[in-house]
């Protein structure tokens, strides 16, 4: 997603007292998001990177109260709820650390500290990919779980805005703007894979929903189910239980059910339906899709009418990405790529 569906989620997110997870390699804008939503919100920011914390510094120091042992408050703990806490780089944390953090994430406290009423949590990690320690951390179901996982891909004019305000050479700015296919390359390891639906997640995304318009649901439900139920029971939940009005990956590909007019969000939104749907689809579907590659590939030319260009040029480089990847789902997509462009140039 962009760094603007991903301010407005996790503000959204934090409205109903849960916590976004922002997953993004450096230079994405994780750390603005939440200065800028503090700002907005008129809250204070408090920066916890975890990486750099012994267990003292998160949980404080043991003090003796007259027959008892009780740990003082630690310099960052907050006065009043009008706070944002981050927890910055939460896949790089100590063991003693995360369990602290659980302990904060569950509970809203620490020890004998409680968080006080109104206190906002948010977290932000590199992707899995990126080799850093305890990567147990990050395949952890039972830690996941108290997460909306936001994946960030920034859009390039969004990398340059950012670019632009931290001073980075005017020669790479420019190339990037000349060409943004060398931004980054998308080929990160999906958290939202591994994360299963339980009655916990389910009480979580009702939650989160409840601070959400109906249009706000034709955008992002997916989004936001995909990081809390995982993409697989995101898709059925999506597709079957909530309006016939959203389309499944299924009719636009298949069916070549195009809608004749999108906005700029509806747009975004079914392509991102689109990339988890390739991107997670099983050997048992692509063989059937593999059948009808000339059919998907006619569907999704027609779609790239009515979508924006810069949107259809990014599921393009995602094609891209996973047609480099080992076996059947490599194959299909460099044949399926190949054809896009075989077919664009004859139109």
Same mark, same amino acid.
């Given at each position: 997603?962009t760094?603007?569906?991903? !301010?407005?989620?996790?503000?959204?997110?934090?409205?109903?007292?849960?916590?976004?997870?922002?997953i993004?390699?450096f230079?994405?804008?994780?750390t603005?998001? =939440?200065?800028?939503?503090a700002?907005?919100?008129?809250?204070?920011?408090?920066?916890?990177?975890?990486?750099?914390?012994?267990?003292g510094?998160?949980i404080?120091?043991?003090?003796?109260?007259?027959? !008892?042992?009780?740990f003082? =408050?630690?310099?960052?703990?907050?006065?009043?709820?009008?706070?944002?806490?981050?927890?910055d780089?939460i896949?790089?944390?100590?063991?003693?650390?995360?369990?602290a953090?659980?302990?904060?994430?569950?509970?809203?406290?620490?020890h *004998?500290h409680?968080?006080?009423?109104?206190?906002?949590?948010?977290?932000?990690?590199?992707?899995?990919?990126?080799?850093?320690?305890q990567?147990?951390?990050?395949?952890?179901?039972?830690?996941?779980?108290?997460f909306?996982?936001?994946?960030?891909?920034?859009?390039?004019?969004?990398?340059?805005?950012?670019?632009?305000?931290?001073?980075i050479?005017?020669?790479?700015?420019?190339?990037?703007?000349?060409?943004?296919?060398?931004l980054?390359?998308?080929?990160t390891?999906?958290?939202?894979a591994?994360?299963?639906?339980?009655?916990?997640?389910?009480y979580?995304?009702?939650k989160?929903?409840?601070?959400?318009?109906?249009?706000?649901?034709?955008e992002y439900?997916?989004?936001?189910?995909s990081?809390i139920?995982?993409?697989? =029971? =995101?898709?059925?939940?999506?597709?079957?239980?909530i309006?016939?009005?959203?389309?499944?990956?299924?009719?636009?590909?298949?069916?070549?059910?195009i809608?004749?007019?999108?906005?700029?969000?509806?747009a975004?939104?079914?392509?991102?339906?689109?990339?988890?749907?390739?991107t997670?689809?099983?050997?048992?579907d692509?063989?059937?899709?593999?059948?009808?590659?000339?059919?998907?590939?006619? *569907?999704l030319?027609?779609?790239?009418?009515?979508?924006?260009?810069?949107?259809?040029?990014?599921?393009?480089?995602?094609?891209v990405?996973?047609?480099?990847?080992?076996?059947? !789902?490599?194959?299909?997509?460099?044949?399926?790529?190949?054809?896009?462009?075989?077919?664009?140039?004859?139109?």
């Amino acid at each position: 997603m962009t760094v603007n569906e991903a !301010k407005y989620l996790s503000q959204k997110i934090m409205e109903a007292g849960e916590i976004p997870l922002l997953i993004g390699h450096f230079g994405v804008g994780k750390t603005d998001i =939440a200065r800028d939503i503090a700002k907005e919100t008129g809250r204070k920011l408090i920066i916890l990177v975890l990486s750099q914390m012994e267990p003292g510094d998160l949980i404080g120091l043991p003090a003796r109260d007259e027959n !008892k042992t009780k740990f003082l =408050a630690p310099d960052w703990w907050p006065e009043d709820g009008n706070v944002i806490i981050l927890l910055d780089e939460i896949n790089r944390a100590h063991r003693s650390i995360r369990n602290a953090i659980m302990q904060l994430l569950v509970d809203k406290r620490i020890h *004998n500290h409680v968080l006080p009423e109104g206190t906002w949590l948010m977290a932000s990690m590199n992707p899995p990919d990126e080799n850093y320690d305890q990567v147990e951390l990050i395949t952890d179901p039972a830690f996941l779980s108290r997460f909306f996982i936001l994946e960030i891909h920034p859009e390039p004019s969004e990398w340059i805005n950012w670019a632009e305000k931290n001073s980075i050479p005017r020669d790479i700015i420019n190339f990037i703007e000349k060409y943004p296919e060398f931004l980054s390359v998308h080929d990160t390891l999906s958290l939202k894979a591994s994360i299963k639906p339980s009655p916990r997640s389910w009480y979580k995304l009702g939650k989160v929903l409840s601070q959400l318009t109906e249009e706000d649901k034709k955008e992002y439900l997916y989004i936001l189910a995909s990081g809390i139920i995982g993409p697989e =029971a =995101a898709k059925v939940f999506v597709d079957r239980a909530i309006s016939s009005n959203i389309l499944s990956p299924y009719e636009v590909l298949i069916n070549g059910n195009i809608p004749t007019e999108l906005d700029i969000h509806q747009a975004n939104g079914l392509l991102i339906r689109l990339v988890d749907f390739i991107t997670s689809v099983d050997e048992k579907d692509l063989q059937e899709l593999r059948k009808k590659l000339d059919n998907i590939s006619e *569907n999704l030319i027609r779609l790239s009418k009515v979508v924006p260009s810069d949107s259809f040029e990014a599921f393009m480089r995602m094609l891209v990405n996973l047609s480099n990847t080992p076996g059947l !789902k490599g194959e299909f997509c460099d044949k399926l790529m190949r054809k896009l462009i075989s077919l664009e140039k004859n139109n």
